[in-house]
């Protein structure tokens, strides 16, 4: 039998990784308040938070043994983004582990100082949106990246700025930038070629994966806040969770969450150890949260009323967040695309 048959359609966690995931969402929930994701906003970072997670070994355990890592699989990953996601916070640990797993895959770790990605001392940001157009490009991590992968042609190039680029204002609040490759002080090339492109879809749709997999986190989330209102706000004597106008859309929302959380961890199993068997999956995974998240959290914002859409309400910050990360691949409508020419190629 091959050794992949049962786990093909198999994708329950094991203790190791149950562990895993319960470890992390202890630490988010203790360390990781809204209260620090408010703080945070202006910057779209919170220093002191991101070097409590990278000494949880959450930056070495995304690389391979090899490269000074743990050797943790994308399905490992996929357990971080989710509880990473469910408080939103405000670290952008997806893109540092993207960008380091890609600079890993190209030997590019080897030179001075790399220890300092292995351990997320230096921030290494990722350029995720599809297409190789020159010019300025929006990275999600560029005002406070210490180092930028992006590609250029058929060229993978690391950048660096002595000052690092102004903050570029995005609903999502997320730490973007405009990059300039022209204006970057050191530039160098990693790798060139069909070989090093592959590399960086790689990284993309690994990026692809993680990204849809905190989204399953935060919609799980606005789904909580929406139910403990609903089951505790009465109208005519009865709670409003006993509406079917509430409760069948919060019954779509959580049928949303497995179905997302499915589709990401199968993404992610079929990314690690057969990429050439299911390579549309990442993009779809990808796009159906795109699509969903934000649908799901504007329900939730309605269920609560005006209550839901206070500035200071969790409701809206979650919403915003749905809606805005997905906006660093750039337009949603290349990961779809990118997704139906895999599904139909593989069909041809």
């Known amino acids: 039998m091959d050794r992949y048959e049962l786990r093909r359609q198999d994708y329950s966690l094991s203790g190791d990784q149950s562990e895993l995931q319960a470890a992390y969402a202890k630490f988010f929930r203790t360390r990781c308040p ?13 220093k002191f938070l991101w070097e409590q997670l990278c000494g949880t070994g959450a930056t070495t355990m995304a690389l391979p043994e090899s490269a000074g890592g743990d050797g943790a699989t994308l399905v490992d990953l996929t357990l971080v983004a989710e509880e990473l996601g469910r408080v939103v916070a405000p670290v952008p640990w997806i893109d540092h582990v993207c960008a380091s797993r890609l600079l890993a895959r190209l030997g590019a770790l080897d030179t001075d100082g790399d220890s300092a990605v292995v ?29 930028i992968v992006i590609r250029e042609g058929d060229e993978i190039v690391r950048l660096g700025f002595d000052t690092r680029p102004a903050l570029a204002d995005n609903i999502g609040r997320l ?48 789904l909580r806040i929406a139910a403990e209102f609903a089951t505790t706000r009465y109208t005519m004597g009865v709670p409003i969770s006993t509406l079917q106008g509430i409760s069948h859309p919060l019954a779509n929302i959580a049928i949303t969450v497995e179905a997302a959380r499915n589709l990401a961890r199968r993404a992610a199993w079929f990314l690690e150890f057969e990429p050439d068997v299911q390579p549309a999956l990442p993009a779809a995974a ?8 934000p649908r799901a959290a504007t ?30 691949a750039g337009d949603a409508a290349a990961s779809a695309v990118r997704a139906a020419e895999l599904f139909a190629a593989a069909q041809s």
Do not use: C, N
């Not at 809204?34 to 919170?46: H, I, K, N, Q, Y």
């Not at 002080?185 to 993309?204: F, I, K, N, P, Q």
């Not at 009323?305 to 660093?328: C, F, H, M, N, T």
């Open 34 to 46: 809204l209260e620090v994701v408010r703080s945070a906003e202006p910057t779209g970072f919170d």
């Open 119 to 147: 351990e997320g001392r230096r921030l290494v940001g990722l350029e995720s949106r599809i297409g190789t157009a020159p010019g300025v490009r929006l990275v999600p991590a560029g005002a406070i990246a210490d180092q």
């Open 175 to 222: 730490p973007m930038a405009w990059i300039d490759p022209a204006a970057a002080d050191r530039r160098t090339v990693l790798a060139s070629g069909a070989e090093a492109v592959a590399h960086h879809d790689r990284a993309l749709d690994e990026w692809r994966v993680l990204t849809a997999a905190a989204l399953v986190g935060l919609v799980e989330e606005t």
């Open 286 to 293: 990808f796009v159906y949260m795109a699509e969903e998240a």
């Open 299 to 328: 329900m939730a914002v309605h269920v609560q009323g005006g209550l839901g859409v206070a500035a200071e309400s969790a409701a809206s910050a979650y919403l915003l967040r749905a809606k805005g990360w997905p906006l660093a």
